[in-house]
C-alpha cells in the first residue's frame, strides 16, 4: 500500500483504545456515555500472536452492538421522506405482480404518519409522478391513485429512480430518513441502461442525501443491477421469489427506517507501516495510500451485522506491532450527535510456534471462514452463470475439501452447516441446469445468500437461539403453520423456538441439533 499521513477529525466526539489484542479479547469503547450510544464496534483478530519473521495474514473481525430502539409514543421516531418507485412494465401482468405491489404499496401509505413524506413513481417506457413529494396527509386519495396502476411498456429503470430521488430532494431534511424503494421484476431497457453510469448516478444520489433500496421481483430482473444499486445507493437489497411476499417484503424494509439508529456510518482504516495489502469482503471500499473508506448502510434497532478485513502482514521481528487505527464515524438518532470512534489494532509477534497456536481465536477463525466461503461461493456461482459447468464444480469441490479441513480443526456447528450448504449447492446447481427457469432461480438466490453472507447476515442459511429479525419470523410462521410453535411471531429465535426446530428435525429425520440449518430450511421450504 501505498503510504500517506492519516487525518482525523478533532472537533467531534474522539474517543481512543489502544488494546494489545489477544485471542477473543474484543475492543470496547469504555465508560458510561459509550454504553449509551447507539452504535459500538467490537474488533477480534483471528490470532493474538503472530509468528516472527514471516509474512501473515491476519483477519480482523468486526461486529456491531446496535442498540434497542422502540419508539416511545411521546418521543416517536425519525420522520421519513419516501419515494417509492413502482414498476409498472408489460410483464407486471404475470402471477398477478401489479395487484400485489398495489396492496404493498398501500400498506406502507397506512403505516406512515402525517408527518411523513411521500411521493409516488411509476415507470415503464414512460416515467410519471403518480403522486408528487407531500406529506401523507391524504392517505385515501393517495391509495386511490395507486389503484389505477396497471402494466404496460418496457423498462426505464433508471429514469424511474431517478425520477424518484427528485421527488426525495424536494423535501430532504438532514434529519429525517430519506430514501427510494425501487422495485422491478424486469430487465432495464430503456433510457440510460449502462451499470457503471448508473451506479455514478446512484453514490450521487447518496451524497446528496438519498440512500436507495432495490427490490427485484421474479425471474427476469438483472441482480446484479439490482444488488450493485443498494450498494452503491446506501440501501437494502431484497430477492422477491414469489408476488405474494411484496408486503412482507415492504414491511421488513419499513421496520428497517422506523427503526433506524445510526446513518451515515462510515468506518475508515489506517493501515501500519508493516501491512502491505487489506482486503474487505461484502462491502465497496476505497483506498488510498494507507487509508481504506467503507461507507456502511444505516444501522436500524439491533440489527445483526458484521465486517471482515483480511491483513497481509510483511515480516516483523518480535515484540509489538501496530497494525493500524480502525475509526467508526455516525451520526446517532438516539442522541441527535455526530459520533467519532476509533480503535487502535495492535499484535503480539513471537519466534515461539506454540505461542501462536496458543493465541488462536477460535470464534474470528469460523465466522472469517464463513464469511470468505460465501465469497468464493459467489465465485462459483458466476462460473455457472458463465456456462462453465465443469469449472464452477471442481472449485465447489475444492472450497468444500478446504472448509472441511477447517472444520477438522475447529469443529464448530457453523461450519457444518455451511458444509451442508455446500453440499446443497452442488445438488441444486446439477438441477438447475435443466432449464432457464431453474437456473435464474439458482442464481438469483444463491448471489443473494451470499450476499447478506458476505456481511455477517446468516439468516439465509443458518439460525440459532438468540438470533433476531425477519428469517426468524419465517421460521417461526413456518413451524406455526405445522403446529410447532404456537409463541408469537416476534422475530426471536427462542428456547421454544428452538425445542420446535428439534421436534420437527426428530420427524424428518434430520440431525436433531436445535439449530436452523441449511437442511432443516430446505426440509421447510425456506432454503
Known amino acids: 500500500m501505498n503510504r500517506k499521513p492519516s487525518n482525523r477529525r478533532g472537533d467531534r466526539l474522539h474517543r481512543i483504545l489502544a488494546i494489545a489484542?489477544?485471542?477473543?479479547?474484543?475492543?470496547?469503547?469504555?465508560g458510561s456515555a459509550a454504553l449509551a450510544r447507539s452504535l459500538t464496534p467490537r474488533a477480534e483478530l483471528d490470532h493474538g500472536v503472530i509468528l516472527a519473521g514471516d509474512e501473515n495474514t491476519v483477519y480482523v473481525l468486526i461486529d456491531f452492538d446496535v442498540a434497542r430502539f422502540v419508539p416511545p409514543p411521546a418521543y416517536g421516531r425519525p420522520d421519513l421522506n419516501l419515494a417509492m418507485v413502482l414498476d409498472r412494465s408489460g410483464s407486471m401482468a404475470d402471477r398477478g405482480k401489479m395487484e400485489y405491489a398495489r396492496e404493498a404499496a398501500k400498506i406502507v401509505v397506512d403505516r406512515m404518519h402525517a408527518s411523513?413524506?411521500?411521493?409516488?413513481?411509476?415507470?415503464?417506457?414512460?416515467?410519471?409522478?403518480?403522486?408528487?413529494?407531500?406529506?401523507?396527509?391524504?392517505?385515501?386519495?393517495?391509495?386511490?391513485?395507486?389503484?389505477?396502476?396497471?402494466?404496460?411498456?418496457?423498462?426505464?429503470?433508471?429514469?424511474?429512480?431517478?425520477?424518484?430521488?427528485?421527488?426525495?430532494?424536494?423535501?430532504?431534511?438532514?434529519?429525517?430518513?430519506?430514501?427510494?424503494?425501487?422495485l422491478s421484476d424486469g430487465l432495464a431497457n430503456e433510457g440510460v441502461t449502462e451499470p457503471r453510469e448508473i451506479y455514478r448516478l446512484v453514490r450521487d444520489a447518496k451524497r446528496r442525501g438519498v440512500t436507495i433500496s432495490t427490490m427485484g421481483l421474479g425471474l427476469d430482473y438483472n441482480e446484479d443491477l439490482m444488488q450493485g444499486i443498494a450498494e452503491n445507493g446506501g440501501?437494502?437489497?431484497?430477492?422477491?421469489?414469489?408476488?405474494?411476499q411484496m408486503s412482507r417484503?415492504?414491511?421488513?424494509?419499513?421496520?428497517?427506517?422506523?427503526?433506524?439508529?445510526?446513518?451515515?456510518?462510515?468506518?475508515?482504516?489506517?493501515?501500519?507501516?508493516?501491512?502491505?495489502?487489506?482486503?474487505?469482503?461484502?462491502?465497496?471500499?476505497?483506498?488510498?495510500?494507507?487509508?481504506?473508506?467503507?461507507?456502511?448502510?444505516?444501522?436500524?434497532?439491533?440489527?445483526?451485522?458484521?465486517?471482515?478485513?483480511?491483513?497481509?502482514?510483511?515480516p516483523a521481528r518480535a515484540g509489538d506491532l501496530d497494525l493500524g487505527e480502525l475509526g467508526l464515524t455516525y451520526h446517532d438518532y438516539l442522541t441527535d450527535e455526530a459520533v467519532d470512534m476509533s480503535l487502535e489494532l495492535r499484535v503480539d509477534v513471537s519466534e515461539n510456534e506454540h505461542e501462536v497456536e496458543r493465541s488462536r481465536n477460535d470464534r474470528v477463525i469460523v465466522e472469517s471462514t464463513l464469511t470468505s466461503?460465501?465469497?468464493?461461493?459467489?465465485?462459483?456461482?458466476?462460473?455457472?452463470?458463465?456456462?462453465?459447468?465443469?469449472?464452477?464444480?471442481?472449485?465447489?469441490?475444492?472450497?468444500?475439501?478446504?472448509?472441511?479441513?477447517?472444520?477438522?480443526?475447529v469443529?464448530?456447528?457453523?461450519?457444518?452447516?455451511?458444509?451442508?450448504?455446500?453440499?446443497?449447492?452442488?445438488?441444486?446447481?446439477?438441477?438447475?441446469?435443466?432449464?432457464?427457469?431453474?437456473?435464474?432461480?439458482?442464481?438469483?438466490?444463491?448471489k443473494a445468500r451470499n450476499y447478506q453472507g458476505t456481511r455477517g447476515k446468516r439468516g439465509f442459511f443458518l439460525m440459532s437461539e438468540g438470533d433476531k429479525g425477519y428469517e426468524v419470523e419465517r421460521l417461526q410462521e413456518a413451524l406455526q403453520d405445522l403446529g410447532l410453535f404456537s409463541g408469537e411471531i416476534d422475530g426471536v429465535y427462542s428456547t421454544e423456538v428452538k425445542e420446535a426446530v428439534i421436534e420437527f428435525q426428530g420427524r424428518n429425520n434430520i440431525k436433531t441439533d436445535g439449530l436452523a440449518g441449511p437442511n432443516t430450511l430446505r426440509a421447510l421450504n425456506l432454503y
Open 249 to 314: 417484503i415492504f414491511g421488513r424494509e419499513l421496520e428497517t427506517l422506523f427503526t433506524t439508529v445510526a446513518r451515515d456510518v462510515v468506518i475508515r482504516f489506517r493501515a501500519g507501516g508493516k501491512v502491505s495489502d487489506v482486503e474487505v469482503y461484502g462491502y465497496p471500499f476505497e483506498i488510498d495510500g494507507d487509508a481504506v473508506t467503507i461507507p456502511l448502510e444505516n444501522f436500524y434497532s439491533e440489527e445483526q451485522r458484521s465486517l471482515l478485513l483480511k491483513l497481509e502482514i510483511d
Open 373 to 409: 466461503t460465501d465469497k468464493r461461493q459467489d465465485e462459483i456461482v458466476r462460473l455457472y452463470e458463465a456456462g462453465d459447468m465443469d469449472a464452477a464444480q471442481a472449485e465447489l469441490d475444492r472450497l468444500t475439501a478446504d472448509v472441511n479441513e477447517i472444520q477438522r480443526g
Open 21 to 30: 489484542l489477544a485471542s477473543g479479547l474484543a475492543m470496547t469503547m469504555a
Open 116 to 182: 411523513d413524506v411521500l411521493a409516488v413513481v411509476e415507470y415503464d417506457d414512460e416515467i410519471t409522478v403518480l403522486w408528487p413529494a407531500a406529506p401523507v396527509e391524504a392517505k385515501t386519495l393517495i391509495k386511490r391513485r395507486i389503484d389505477e396502476l396497471e402494466p404496460r411498456g418496457s423498462t426505464n429503470l433508471c429514469g424511474g429512480m431517478m425520477r424518484g430521488v427528485e421527488e426525495a430532494m424536494r423535501h430532504r431534511d438532514g434529519s429525517d430518513i430519506n430514501r427510494v424503494i425501487l
Open 411 to 446: 469443529a464448530s456447528p457453523r461450519i457444518a452447516a455451511k458444509l451442508e450448504a455446500l453440499s446443497l449447492e452442488q445438488e441444486d446447481m446439477v438441477l438447475a441446469d435443466g432449464s432457464a427457469a431453474g437456473r435464474s432461480a439458482f442464481l438469483k438466490s444463491n
Open 235 to 244: 440501501g437494502n437489497y431484497y430477492y422477491i421469489e414469489n408476488p405474494h
